[in-house]
């Protein structure tokens, strides 16, 4: 994980959470899914970036409609090209901006082979999914071809809020490509890793996610941040102001 760090996205220290993190995904005698939950700014976002070029092929990040910034998509596409292709895509923007490029997209994931060296990030929302037919037949294709190696859902925490009221994306979502994905007609079909992130998850969410996801989610599943974690974020968002304030003055 750390070569990965250093070489593809110029980032030289991971932190002992980010490995903790890595090595359960990583691990085939742990369960397939992992909620992990630690404050924002420790660098959640990083450890996709990291496992998902390890895996390789094709990785699903879900995020809530308004959430991503360009600053997220700018880092995802900062990565070295010198070890595999890497390539980001906000599947939402491009599918209204230029339908050109979405089934571009869509065709470079369908043409995927298992051994390729080509990591794909795809930022979506539910709601794109649940409604775009041609994203989601060629997503599920992906899954049982085992070029979609992941699933993450950023701020899980609001997708199990939504989808017990009123989000019904949320549940569709489940019927139409998780359980296809996570549960597949065949044994011999791949199976993706689901990952749910969140800076704050209660314990009585964990039932919920289980509906929404089809999985079965033990409290073994969940990794939480431990007060070191807070602190060390505390501490790297003071050095950033720091040094903010200090070219301010200079």
């Not at 489940?174 to 994905?181: A, G, P, Q």
Request: some cysteine.
């Amino acid at each position: 994980m750390k070569m990965c760090s250093d070489c593809v996205w110029d980032v030289e220290e991971l932190r002992e959470h980010q490995y903790k993190i890595g090595e359960t995904l990583f691990d085939p005698n742990k369960p397939n899914a992992l909620i992990a939950v630690y404050p924002t700014g420790s660098g959640k976002s990083h450890v996709i970036r990291v496992v998902g070029h390890m895996m390789r092929g094709i990785h699903l990040i879900f995020i809530p409609l308004l959430t991503l910034s360009a600053d997220v998509m700018a880092k995802f596409s900062s990565a070295s090209q010198n070890h595999g292709s890497v390539r980001a895509y906000h599947l939402d923007e491009i599918y209204d901006n230029n339908r050109t490029k979405y089934n571009q997209v869509m065709q470079r994931c369908a043409d995927l082979k298992r051994s390729t060296v080509s990591t794909v990030f795809l930022f979506l929302s539910p709601q794109f999914l649940c409604n775009v037919v041609s994203a989601m037949t060629t997503l599920v294709r992906c899954s049982w071809y085992g070029t979609l190696r992941s699933i993450f859902m950023d701020e899980v925490h609001l997708h199990v809020q939504h989808g017990l009221s009123f989000r019904t994306e949320c549940r569709m979502l489940r019927d139409k490509f998780l359980v296809k994905c996570l549960h597949p007609p065949n044994r011999d079909y791949f199976i993706p890793k689901f990952v749910g992130l969140s800076a704050t998850f209660p314990s009585d969410y964990l039932p919920g996610l289980q509906i929404l996801t089809s999985l079965k989610l033990e409290q073994d599943s969940v990794l939480r941040g431990e007060m070191h974690v807070l602190i060390g974020t505390i501490l790297t968002y003071v050095s950033i102001l720091y040094r903010h304030l200090h070219a301010f003055h200079v």
